[in-house]
Each structure stands twice: as structure tokens, then as C-alpha cells.
């Protein structure tokens, strides 16, 4: 059972930066992983992906202001979000794939103030 554990969100002013971090644990498998996001009334849409490969993805409305990576070879990865707007606010969830079922973490709020 693969489990993931999310921190470093929190409240900013537009312009300004957070990094989130992520830490799935139960496998030793690198796993693909990324980060979605939801605001209030809006479905949960994809920021941004980084597969066992090494290949990454992101939205285009992040693309240039956010960076995930991942720590070494672990299950670690980060977002760091740059240049935040009012409309990045939302819950941010942390998302892994392991042998095609979907893990999902607990969310953690950015909310970005104007």
C-alpha cells in the first residue's frame, strides 16, 4: 500500500513563492508522481507530472513558473511555484502511480492573495 504524506503549503502574496514537497512510502519501486490541484467548485485538474523516467509535464497555465523534480532517486518530489497568481489558489494534491492504481494524498491549501 503506497502512502503519501504532503507539506509546505500555505498562504502568499501575488509574486511571491512555495515549494511543496511529497513523500510516498510503502514501495521501493520508482513510482511516477505529480501534483493537481482543485479550487472550490472547479474539478481537480493536473499542474504538473514527472514520470519514472524522468519526463515531465505540466499545464500550460504553469508552464515557465512551476518546476517539479524529484530528490535523487526516491519517492520524493517537489512543485516549486513561482510567480504565484490569486487564480493558483487551490488544494494541491499529491498524486502516484503504482502498477497502473492511483494514490492520492491528504491535499494541502495554497491560497495566494492579491
Known amino acids: 500500500q503506497v502512502q503519501l504524506v504532503e507539506s509546505g503549503g500555505g498562504l502568499v502574496q501575488a509574486g511571491g513563492s512555495l515549494r511543496l514537497s511529497c513523500t510516498a512510502s510503502g514501495t521501493r519501486i520508482v513510482l511516477s508522481m505529480g501534483w493537481y490541484r482543485q479550487a472550490p467548485g472547479k474539478q481537480r485538474d493536473l499542474v504538473a507530472t514527472?514520470?519514472?523516467?524522468?519526463?515531465?509535464n505540466y499545464a500550460d497555465s504553469v508552464k515557465g513558473r512551476f518546476i517539479i523534480s524529484r530528490d535523487g532517486a526516491s519517492n520524493t518530489v517537489a512543485l516549486q511555484m513561482n510567480s504565484l497568481k490569486p487564480e493558483d489558489t487551490a488544494v494541491y494534491f499529491c498524486q502516484a502511480i503504482r502498477m497502473g492504481r492511483e494514490y492520492w494524498g491528504q491535499g494541502t491549501q495554497v491560497t495566494v492573495s492579491s
Open positions: 514527472l514520470d519514472s523516467g524522468g519526463d515531465t
